[in-house]
């Protein structure tokens, strides 16, 4: 079953402007982590934020974790072409076999 | 190696034949994960390996679905008697341990289509 659920499902946005995605969740979780997919394949790792956690920065990339409310934010500050891609968050559940349960993610699009 | 490798990149086939798919992880690393992605969709879980074993079977679609590893290294999944429903790309992770705590490393998926 799928835990994360970003938002919007799609984001167009011009070249140097901020993008923000959205995470809901649903159970209690160890960390929650932001991957990046160019073309539907292979994603790449971009941050990891710890249940402890409120914020985090990467970069150009800003988390934010708010445990009360089952939520993560991920932040792009001054966006380029080469963001172009979708985000998913993924969920590591407290408890259980289950790993990271990814969610449908956002495709951006940034246009230059 | 320097990346987690899949193999073949592309596979088509036609229903009911047998696929295998491949993957070598990161070398050291413990943690080996298999997952779908369906067209425009978020990836769906079906199974993972500590070394060798496997303690969660659950997320594998049908019982047409296997998947080893030997060796604590290379991984397979075994589809047998394809279906249409079974085209999708197949991602496999690894990790230097188990996926909680660290992050996931994903290979470049091999897209199945079943004609």
């Known amino acids: 079953s799928q835990q994360g659920e970003e938002d919007p499902q799609a984001l167009s946005i011009q070249e140097g402007e901020n993008a923000t995605m959205n995470c809901s969740y649903k159970t209690s979780i160890n960390n929650l982590q932001w991957y990046r997919q160019n073309s539907g394949r292979g994603l790449v790792h971009l941050i990891l934020i710890r249940s402890n956690e409120r914020e985090k920065h990467s970069g150009r990339l800003r988390v934010t974790l708010d445990t009360s409310k089952k939520s993560s934010s991920l932040l792009i500050t001054a966006s380029r072409a080469a963001d172009t891609a979708s985000y998913f968050c993924a969920t590591a559940p407290y408890s259980g076999n289950t790993p990271l349960v990814f969610g449908k993610g956002t495709r951006l699009s940034v246009i230059a | 190696g320097a990346g987690v490798s899949q193999s073949p990149s592309n596979k088509v086939t036609e229903k009911g034949k047998d696929v295998e798919l491949r993957c070598d992880p990161i070398s050291g690393h413990t943690a080996l994960y298999w997952y779908r992605q369906s067209l425009g969709q978020g990836l769906e879980f079906l199974i993972y390996f500590q070394g060798n074993s496997a303690p969660d079977k659950s997320g594998l679609p049908s019982d047409r679905f296997s998947a080893e590893r030997t060796g604590g290294s290379v991984s397979t999944l075994t589809i047998q008697r394809t279906q249409q429903e079974d085209s999708a790309v197949y991602l496999c992770?690894?990790?230097?341990?188990?996926?909680?705590?660290?992050?996931?490393?994903f290979g470049q998926g091999t897209r199945l289509t079943v004609v």
């Open positions: 992770a690894s990790s230097s341990s188990y996926f909680r705590d660290t992050e996931a490393f």
